[in-house]
């Protein structure tokens, strides 16, 4: 059993990198380029709802974080490789185009995902919230469709063979969404916010035909992987982005965008930059790090796992910490604040104050192995109506934490995958 897995995953490399040296980019490598993130819930979003008060929008998020939260540890425990978390409506997306001619969509930029797709037509089943028309294969002089026989899908784990002998891949998220189509390439190209339009002419991707979201109106055309998997975007072109990456969230009602960057350009010179190591866990499609402790002043939590305790997901709205954990650390800022809580209606948050209450939220010091983080109120609390809630909240299930987008807003965030390390930066992310 163990040779067989061994020799799929050597397949698996081996496919990758035929398809790295096939890969033809329109730039010399390694190199950089930058591509603007938006929030779905953003005004400059096309999908923004100016219907949606603000605490609606947050109480949505935040329930849609603890949905894809509360299948993380059993995805860990399953040792399920095609089993994802799919990622939540509170997202980052950016814009990418497929085919010769290139067509424009809006995808989920999901650190916690390795396989990229799209909706494609024919659909026997496709959500219709998409904001755009579905990918026609046909329309594209570049299009391919992998071979039940062919290295890519064996690597891959193809669920089947269709009559066409094209390779069909079925992906099912912990949530019970999924994807099923055709494993494909064709030409994927972004345009940079320079101008400048990077193009990579042999793309593995999804050609999604049968698409399930349980999580509602998206409105976007599929997901950007940029997880750890050897399927996942930024393994693909690594060699074209020196391995490296790195991104920068802007709060989420801003009226101005974020960044995506990946290669040269993507290196942090900031002074008080640092930098944690990443843990090699399965699967490798998450990104691990280890969490020491959680500290206000001279008082420090202390997390009862050890190495590999934390992901770090950019598809997750919420910071969760093991039950243990939140507990002293909750205790720990209602000291410093001083103030009564009040209770949260929805009971989605588990520590909040009233709006107009004066409160000085401290700051909070993520003591991550070599890294010290330290988060502002903008990062550990929210408006919520009339109400100012913690985005911190415990993991009731399982002793499991996840460091959320939310704690990562202005902060270039950069994955060097080659020295395996995650470096963090604070940053005015609406000024880079």
Known sequence: MVNHQLLLLLTLILSILVFQSESRVKAKAPFGFSLEIIHRDSPLSPFYNASLNSSEIVTKNAIHSMERFKHFQSLINQKVVQSIVFP???????????????VEYFAIVDTGSDLTWIQCVPCTKCYNSQGSSLFDPQASSTYKAFSCDSQTCRAFGGEQCLKTNDCQYHVTYGDMSSTIGILSSDTLSFDSINGQKTTFSTSIFGCGR??????????????????????????????????????????????????????????????????????????QTFYYLTLNGVSIGDKTAHPSSSQGNVLIDSGVTLTLLEPDLYSRVEAMVKEAIGKEPVQDPSGTFKLCYGADTNINVPELVFHFSGADVRLQPVNTFMVNGDLVCMVIVPNSVNPFSVFGNYAQINFQVEYDLQKRVVSFAPTDCTQI
């Open 210 to 283: 049968n698409n399930h979201v349980q999580l509602g109106n998206l409105g976007i055309a599929g997901i950007v992987g940029l997880g750890g998997g050897p399927f996942s975007l930024v393994s693909q072109i690594g060699p074209q982005i020196d391995h490296r990456f790195s991104y920068c969230f802007v709060p989420r009602f801003a009226k101005s965008s974020g960044k995506l960057i990946f290669g040269q350009e993507s290196i942090i010179s900031h002074p008080k930059a640092v930098s944690t190591p990443l843990v090699s866990k399965y699967p």
């Open 88 to 102: 939540t409506e509170n997202s980052y997306l950016t814009k990418l185009s497929f085919g010769t001619p290139p």
